[in-house]
């Protein structure tokens, strides 16, 4: 089955050894992951988890950057949230692992709400609408714990006066040939979409810009975002500053299952968000988690549970930090002494313990909002 | 012969009358002149003289903008200026037909510095240069003598913070078809240069938005800006805004004839800048000005000059003011009575008066240009 992916649209059958070949980017090897191990080690850290299983899968010039800080260069992180509605599961996976590259690197990371390509991509979404969204996701996303002395927040539209004379710079050297191959766009498409990929480019050199020296770069992203940065890291150098580095993950498949709708959507119903409480969490996965289990408790114990396609299952891969755990949970489930309700149990309570962490941060942050939104005002 | 009209190239034979078909555009009739004379009037203003030479020769619904005026209602004026080098005679014609609509309204304008156009759409321009002409262009302009209380200046990379978030709400109505048919854009057009027409729209409706109230816009400009404010008045009152009013001007043409290079164009040696002291004025007219005169005096004392092709002449009709001296020089000029140097020599003391007076009143405006460049940060 084939499959098509921009930024804006993910449907069909994800072969990422395909994506790999098709977007040109790089498989993260042992000897990467090795390199990342023992600068991780450095800060007391595990190799994360995403990592080890392969969801953070592929990258762009990793190994520059590596170099980079390992020469004791300052470095810096980027990554963005569309803020066309609440936080959920989906979102969650990049932004836990941004988290980590902070530990990892101790980096100031630049966190981009682009609430103009939410309203310009969206037809039946007004920019209120996206504004409403924004404030609520920069809590939800600062409450996985970023270090608020070292996360500017962007906002498109309330930092465009910085944003867009960058922009130009980067849209002068951008036809509408490369934005048509790189997106898919005709002659239908507005010509605020046509210019968005100039602004997303913009906090890839923001901070050298600000600091008046080349600073290396490093954007962790869902794959879905490479067009984006493919065309970034061709202008960038032109313009004097480096190619960011990136780093790509797979997506959360969604609870209906891995051949269904592959990347969770804000727009599906059993979508879960950071938002739900526990009792809305339990119902949807009870209710709506694909099981690999057999039909009957009797079948199960007898042939035992197919973990590659339950969503339990897999979602532990993404959220369960303990391989020894996961390995046992695998193991018992394809052995059928772990029944799917019981499978069931174990994902709803680490995602109920990890919402509700972030749900106790996210108040506390919450009288810190307008500090935090204006986190990047106080950086020139 | 053909011609080729866009904001950004002017070629051929400008036949206004096809123009105005071309482009949908009303001329302004007698009874219109009679309505804006009544007006005038009242201000203790004659009817300009480019209204009653038919040098602003074209508008779109000025009765609308009458009316409303002549309700009482608050209205106001938008004007650009593209700042890709140092103002010229040609760019003087509609700001100073702009500065008798503001005396004439008693109205708020909106001077908008297209430093981004500028930029994006000269290959060899750096935002840089753009940004070292602007504020010589904002004091040249201003020194036109425009009421400093009621002159807003917007830049267009200054103000984006404020033009970027409005930009957005027009760019999502315009398609890539409409900004090809409308300016002749390609598939080699820059994503920045799709984008511009957007923030050209915006000073149209951002009094309203500013001000949180509908206020109808007149918008004064050489006509080959009009592409761009067909594509706005499509889309403001999808916005909930007033399609703006517009009125426009003939290209004043080039010294070297009207058959040459019909509009005065920066990258031209011959040009008369605003800058250019007496003796360059002198020099320049007297070396290209393309003359109607016959080859020797006595040949031009019994044959006559032909003001029609005389550009000198035609000069003298955009900005001689008074149309009994106007007439003489014509019948004088025709009859062979008055030489081709001496029709030099009225047109070169009239423009080295003027710009004597526009020099002064810039070297005056110099220590204020902080406040002039803060003019629109008051507004809101």
Redo the contacts between chains.
Sequence with gaps: MDYNLTPWEAKGNFDYERIIKDFGISRIDAKLLNRIEVAAKKKGLPLHHMLRRGIFFAHRDIGWFLDEFGKGNDVFLYTGRGPSGKVHLGHLVPLLFTKYLQDLFGAELYLQFTD?EK??FKKELS?EDVRKYTEDNILDTMAIGFDLKKTKIIID?????????E???V??????????ASFG???????????F??MQAVPAFLPSVLKKRNIPCLIPHAVDQDPHFRVTRDILPKLGYYKPASIQCMFLPSLLGVESESKMSSSIDNGIYLSDDEKAVRKKINKYAFSGGQATVDEHRKKGGNPEVDIPYIWLTFFEEDDNKLKKIHDDYKSGKLLSGEIKKIIADKLVFILNEIKERKEKLRHKLKEIMGSLDKSF
Tied chains: 1, 2.
């Design positions: 103009d309203f310009l920019l539209t309330k930092h465009a006066g910085l944003l867009y004379p922009a130009i710079r849209a002068k050297k951008i036809t509408f040939s490369t934005v048509k766009f005709d002659n239908e498409t507005n010509i605020g979409s046509i210019f990929t100039a």
